[in-house]
T-cell receptor, first 113, second 111 residues
Framework: DGGITQSPKYLFRKEGQNVTLSCEQN?????MYWYRQDPGQGLRLIYY???????QKGDIAEGYSVSREKKESFPLTVTSAQKNPTAFYLC????????????FGDGTRLSIL | LAKTTQPISMDSYEGQEVNITCSHN???????ITWYQQFPSQGPRFIIQ???TKVTNEVASLFIPADRKSSTLSLPRVSLSDTAVYYC????????????FGKGTRLHILP
């Protein structure tokens, strides 16, 4: 079955630590996205990538970094510069960045210890 | 900025038809209208997409008037399992090259 896999499902971070969230897709999609969702809120775009080795900042990129070395993978690093990282993080992909529907993973819930 | 406006929440009863309307006054010529459903602690799931008039699939219908400034998601004969948040998304890149996912509509189905 094709889809998007996010891991881990739950992640805890200590103050001052960087953590990396994994996102893998086997849908052969060119575009991939990272969103942040806070309780009772909609999704806010962190970063997106239209193609390998290219990515663009979204609305709330500060304190986050990404890489896109492979088509299948788009890891998100939450750095210590992100002062309020506790949230639900969602990864998505689509064939291209256009009107194509996005396919989402099941998310990673990040909490601060 | 192109953006959407939806009701914050709606209640309905099992077996009823539910219509959720989304306003998108600044929709661009090339924009499609896409609806997603999200359950707690899960990623959103694509429901339906349309450009104009009416689109129907096995789970929903999407009605889009000629001016395309609004759209209505119709869920026939809802059940308790349709309790979720529904998002209306217009296009994928607005004029500032950002993607806007609003707060959605919280639909609560009562027995």
């Amino acid at each position: 079955d094709g889809g998007i896999t996010q891991s881990p499902k739950y992640l805890f971070r200590k103050e001052g630590q960087n953590v990396t969230l994994s996102c893998e897709q086997n849908l052969n999609h060119d575009a991939m996205y990272w969103y942040r969702q806070d309780p009772g809120q909609g999704l806010r775009l962190i970063y997106y990538s239209q193609i390998v080795n290219d990515f663009q900042k979204g609305d709330i990129a500060e304190g986050y970094s990404v890489s896109r070395e492979k088509k299948e993978s788009f890891p998100l690093t939450v750095t210590s510069a992100q002062k309020n990282p506790t949230a639900f993080y969602l990864c998505a992909s689509s064939k291209v960045v256009s009107n194509q529907p996005q396919h989402f993973g099941d998310g990673t819930r990040l909490s601060i210890l | 900025l192109a953006k959407t406006t939806q009701p914050i929440s709606m209640d309905s009863y099992e077996g009823q038809e539910v219509n959720i309307t989304c306003s998108h006054n600044n929709i661009a010529t090339n924009d499609y209208i896409t609806w997603y459903q999200q359950f707690p602690s899960q990623g959103p799931r694509f429901i339906i997409q349309g450009y104009k008039t009416k689109v129907t699939n096995e789970v929903a219908s999407l009605f889009i008037p000629a001016d395309r400034k609004s759209s209505t998601l119709s869920l026939p004969r809802v059940s308790l399992s349709d309790t979720a948040v529904y998002y209306c998304l217009v296009g994928l890149m607005n004029r500032d090259d950002k993607i806007i996912f609003g707060k959605g509509t919280r639909l609560h189905i009562l027995p």
